[in-house]
């Protein structure tokens, strides 16, 4: 592997990182021919349609990058990630998706309510349903965020929010 290179793996994704310098794409495209080779060599298969590439340019004059093309197929190109982090390093899209996901969760948590769940019970389906969503990967966004996200963001989480709303009593 050329040291300007990652590979990181996560559940089920693997991303190469590959750092280009002076315009030399050559280190990052042969690690990716190595990693398609692995693959061919264990049995295992690239699904050329679900791979995509991101090219993060913070340089003022900025050049057309070709794409990666891996078993006869070009890779695509996107501006953003699944998980919303957008080519030019902003977490807006991330938030706004989380904030908006969390949002459509305190109709059936009113719906428990109306059942006349008890208070602990009504605070557990919260948390895993509205809370897990706020918090999930937090640490590593959450300090990036432009005083506009946040400030939605921290109303859909605030308890009091929540409470105003009818939807809950948290003790």
């Known amino acids: 592997m ?11 994704d ?6 280009i310098s002076k315009n030399d794409e050559s280190a990052y ?3 990716v021919q190595r990693l398609t080779a692995w693959c061919k060599a264990n049995n295992l298969s690239l699904n050329v349609e679900k791979t995509k590439e991101m090219v993060v340019d913070l340089r003022r004059a900025q050049s057309d990058h070709s794409p990666l093309n891996v078993d006869g197929s070009d890779v695509e190109i996107v501006k953003s990630t699944k998980f919303h982090l957008a080519e030019d390093l902003t977490w807006s899209l991330n938030t706004s998706s989380i904030t908006k996901k969390a949002q459509q969760r305190p109709y059936f948590l ?3 309510r109306k059942a006349h769940l008890p208070p602990p019970i009504l605070t557990t389906f919260y ?3 509205i809370e897990s969503i706020l918090s999930s990967r937090i640490t590593a966004w959450f300090g990036n965020c432009t005083v506009s996200d946040r400030s939605g963001f921290t109303h859909t989480l605030h308890p009091s929010a929540i409470r105003k709303k009818r939807y809950i009593w948290l003790k």
């Open 29 to 31: 495209r042969e690690e």
């Open 110 to 112: 009113q719906r428990l």
């Open 14 to 19: 693997t991303p190469v990182v590959g750092l």
């Open 2 to 12: 050329h040291s300007s290179n990652h590979i990181i793996k996560f559940a089920d």
């Open 127 to 129: 948390r895993g349903t």
